[in-house]
DNA sequence: CATGAATGAGACTTCATTCAT
DNA sequence: AATGAATGAAGTCTCATTCAT
């Protein structure tokens, strides 16, 4: 355990990105080790490999970032922060929770699926590796961030009665992204471009449907259903 | 039925299998390597450490199997016969559609779960890691395999008009498969036991409301209903 | 008058440390320098730790120093100056041989253990390390000249005949200075802070008895046994 | 009784040392690693050095040691095993105690000098580096067994009257070892040969000066002196 | 059949040092 | 005079894989 001295700093590794110079290097290091993150994946991914196509030396990178796994966290993080920011630009507020839902699926798609779909394949695969516990603890406050939009409507939703309300807010966030958790890697997997447009139009009138507050009497029927189930099962076991 | 699945093992490691004790000893690897490859995932498992636990020499491994990456999807597509096996056996298949719907929820999450979830995670992580693109390769017709009952059941639900047919059948097999998936990996990275049964049933229901046809489950419930006020009436006056 | 030292520094670093503020920089990096060395020792000591506790860049301290050796012979240099200095500033001539020896040993334990012992850690262990030759040859002539005095002392006892004169002068001073180092080392490995002045007294007083002069019978006697013995071996060899 | 220092090597890196041909190889890389280790010093040796002088690659190394660092302690456990039987095996258990130092001081110049004297500069300089702190912790054991014989023969002595009580048995140990170390120091610095021998011979008889009980030495010579004196009578006589 | 032994190919990382500005 | 930035050159260590016995 080398320099195991007194109070080595925290943060940098051992140059302060302070100046305008600096900080371009760090976004070229960044966007260089995306396209190779994004190729390769966490394990394969080399520093060597990003450095040679960085045109810089291996030191360099090393000079910018503590090691390998505190680039892939940026750049995991400055992906998301792309992502969340241009998800959140185009939102529309103004419109009803369905056309919100309709926008969110669509933008989840294009953006995940955007610029050859390496980068949904590492967050999706290396961010949940135990192996690098690190990367997926550093990946799920990102991506609880980038969901934020997507609970918020669906809460308001629920309160405002058009979104059903039997069923966990945790649920309702599975029963959205899981499905299009299951589209992304299927596209991930054929390689092949997809018709994100017309998926994402697909899928989000399915994912409405499955989320609408039915209407009053299939939900006073379901109520039922509900209680005359749990009543069975009480005096079976009583 | 173990080792019948599909044409995996195209060409021989090194030589025949032909004897009871090789057999057995091809058995043995890949318990120990499940073992492994669960807990450490694919790329901190090392061959070196199987051996160990095998008691064995690597030189060992490497006479049975051609690789490390051999032995993963052998040890892959060995857990799939089994859970495969293990989901058939007790499906009901005399039951309505929604029990059986009901049935995969519990039994997915409850085989994936089952020892430590280190598989689940094996599967769900590595199975898909561009790394290791054969992996993904060898478990996308495990895979197939494994939820071939589920799609025909939903097909036969599309055809019986109880499941809608609004939607096309991949569609639907995301529908469901998605969310479970998300369960999935919050149980696994939340690293403690979870109530399945519970979770399951909420999720069975949740599910078949998502993928039902809609008249069908208002009628359904419609005439659930008016036998219900039947036998009442029928108990009162009795 | 610290870096009047010998004839260290033959060629000047880059540049000529001509102007007032350059003496100040130099004083700077060498005050750095003692302190990162003393505390890590010379492998484990960087440049950029040094250069960071500065407040100033690797570069600046290359503007200076020749390199990590030059600076690390500066930093030894610097420290002989001055406990050389303190060494001979309060030395009693006046006194008798017994007492000056006294207070040498006093005052080496003093200074060796001053300020947490790393200079002395230092000064033992890397000054004769092989991997930094041009270390021990540089550190050779400081450790002379501060001994010097000892030297003398030992020298003028001899012919005033207070002092053994059977033993070479050289073999005097091993023998005054190698217990010291033991006990130097015994205080620096047990990391605690050690009765400096007891064991000076202690070390002092047994030392005496091992250099001083016997009485002249015993002289006599051993000078005896000491041809007996010599013409023993004549006898057999011959 | 080579190799029977303690219970070094916890566990072994990788393959278990039980066969008669890897106990032969660990046996090579620690002879090869010795040298290179006395030649450089620890810092500056390099395993790819240690390799390439053994004619095998640098994973052999690694397969029978952890690391650089365990196979340092093993060469110098290795060689103070050596030195300290070839120290017991002579020792001259009969001869009184001032033969006895004799031996020792012999002896410990002789072995701590030769073959080159590299190991001599390995252990008496990294041996307590700060940098390597395990390796002077594995050291100080070592050398305590390696002069437990001396420890032994000034403890006796004192009982038994022949050496000073005024003095504890830890200095008096210092007063012997730290002497022997200055002599060892300028042989190891001036890189020639020295007089062995001469240099122990003149040591010894110092040494024990310094230590003996000073009414003893006197009443000895006083014997010495009579008896002479008789057998010269006798001589002339006769 | 089993394996002990060896290793090639790299991975990540560190640092003293240089040089243009 | 000062330094921000870059890097060459090593260094330690890991592991899947091969092969003679």
Redesign the pocket.
Known sequence: M??AGASRRAAP?R?????A??AQ?VRDIVRTGRAVFAELGYER?????IAQRL??????V???F????ELCVRVIGDWYDEITAALLQGWPHARPPRAQLEYFVHAHLRLFLGHGSGMCALVLSEGRDKGVAELGAAVLPLHRRYTAALMDLLSRGQTAGTIRSDVPLRLLRSLVMGPMEQMLWEAVASQKPIDVDGAATALGAVLWTAIAAPGSELAALRRLRGRLAQALDDAASG
Chains 1, 2, 3, 4 share one sequence.
């Open positions: 080398p320099g590794p140059r302060a990105p302070a100046s110079k600096s290097r991914a080399t520093v060597t490999e045109g810089a030396s291996e030191a360099t090393f000079t910018y503590r090691g390998k796994r």
